[in-house]
């Protein structure tokens, strides 16, 4: 409780307009804090319908404490339960995806149903009920091909970002694409810190030449403010939605959720060291225009993205430590596209891969220097670093929120 006060008391009187203090970054109880009022209490992406095309298909994941595996059912339907058997704890899932029929777990081959039902447990006596002992839900819900979940017991409503976002993905069909190419990188930093880099371009001149040949610096693609009084920005909204695609800047008023379709640099149609296409298919017959830009679409804390007509990338934030983060990248194509004839990987994959290793280094030397006893918060720039002010905002009115009494209850493994 100590450290809640604390905790409280410095995000009260944090400066307007400043980074965070030194423990938010670096400090292994400001991270466990961070997780037990965020991570575990609210809506986090963790993937794509087309991770599990079809019934038995599944894939795991870790969230702090917790692992979670995800499997479509025979229904159809996409569920997510604790990957912690109902005997003595093992994982029931081991591996990061696969395919069965049924989820066994290897320790003593307790059998559950794709709903999570306990089909089989061998000997344990007559009076045992398999009914009490099935796989621990997980709230999960589906939205235009994406997958997120909740670890509360009693989630928040899920509606308001279903209606914020499913309206600018639909026309991308994104639940019928496949994933091109996946990776995962490390970067030795906080979540936050991996967060604040992401919601500027201050630093893309110097960093990111290959980004840069497609992505305009401007604030007003970056940020969160200013960008319908862009005259290149509100022209590209009106034939966008002329043409049937949402595109105005849309955020909720928490300011966690957010959708706009930004302009590429005049020509550029993708991701690309010549702006061209990377992919001869492009994702939906739906979006019937070119140069529709990329549709970019935040969810704190777990994912930003990038949605144009060629390709969809998605990026999941998940943190391990105070000092870890994973930056997962997702590069999604037309379902029937065929790599070596419809793309070539490299070339797909090249920008975001150089740019992504950029960004870690440029984490990994910004937590360098928080380290230092020296470090105090410093300024943002007004001009340019609109949207890490509304990031940080975001967080200490969140954290504030929570720790001031209006929170979920968490869930509980046995």
């Known amino acids: 409780m100590d450290l809640q006060n604390t905790v409280l008391r410095q995000l009260k009187n944090r400066r307007e307009g400043f980074s965070l203090e030194q423990p938010f970054y670096i400090d292994q109880d400001y991270f466990k804090l961070d997780m037990e009022m965020i991570w575990y209490r609210d809506w986090l992406f963790i993937g794509h319908d087309c991770e599990v095309p079809k019934a038995g298909n599944y894939f795991t994941t870790q969230i702090g404490d917790y692992p979670v595996v995800i499997v479509r059912g025979r229904d159809g339907q996409i569920r997510a339960f604790h990957n912690t058997c109902r005997h003595r704890g093992h994982r029931v899932c081991t591996q990061d995806r696969g395919a069965s029929a049924k989820l066994v777990c290897p320790y003593h081959n307790w059998t559950y149903d794709l709903d999570g039902s306990l089909v089989f447990a061998r000997q344990m006596g007559e009076t045992f009920d398999k009914a009490e002992f099935g796989l621990k839900p997980v709230a999960c819900e589906t939205v235009a091909g994406y997958i997120f979940i909740c670890l509360a017991d009693q989630p928040s ?40 880099n992401n919601r500027e371009c201050y630093h893309c001149a110097p960093n990111h030449p290959e980004l840069c040949r497609t992505y305009p610096e401007a604030p007003t693609a970056t940020g969160v403010q200013g960008a319908g009084d862009d005259p290149v920005i509100a022209e590209h909204w009106q034939r966008c939605e002329a043409a049937g695609l949402p595109s105005a800047f849309s955020m909720d008023p928490s300011g966690q959720f957010r959708a706009a379709r930004m302009p590429l640099i005049q020509g550029a149609e993708s991701y690309t060291m010549d702006g061209k296409p990377a992919v001869k298919r492009f994702l939906s017959d739906d979006v019937k225009i070119r140069e529709i830009g990329t549709m970019l679409l935040f969810h704190y804390p777990t994912t930003w993205n990038h949605i144009l007509v060629d390709h969809a990338i998605s990026f999941s934030v998940t943190p391990i430590s105070a000092e870890e983060t994973a930056v997962t990248t997702t590069w999604l194509v037309h379902k029937d596209a065929v790599e070596g004839v419809d793309y070539d990987l490299d070339k797909l994959t090249h920008v975001w891969n150089m740019t992504n290793d950029q960004d870690r280094s440029i984490v990994e030397e910004n937590a360098f220097g928080i380290r230092s006893p020296a470090y105090e918060p410093g300024p943002y720039s007004p001009e340019h670093e609109g949207g890490v002010m509304q990031f940080v905002e975001w967080y200490s009115n969140f954290m504030t929120d929570r720790l001031q009494g209006d929170k979920a209850p968490l869930s509980v493994v046995a």
Do not use: C, Q
């Open 157 to 196: 409503d899920f509606a308001p970002v279903r209606d914020t976002i499913e309206p600018f993905m639909k026309p991308h069909r994104l639940s019928e694409a496949k994933v091109a190419h996946k990776n995962t990188i490390i970067e030795k930093g906080n979540w936050k810190l991996v967060w604040e």
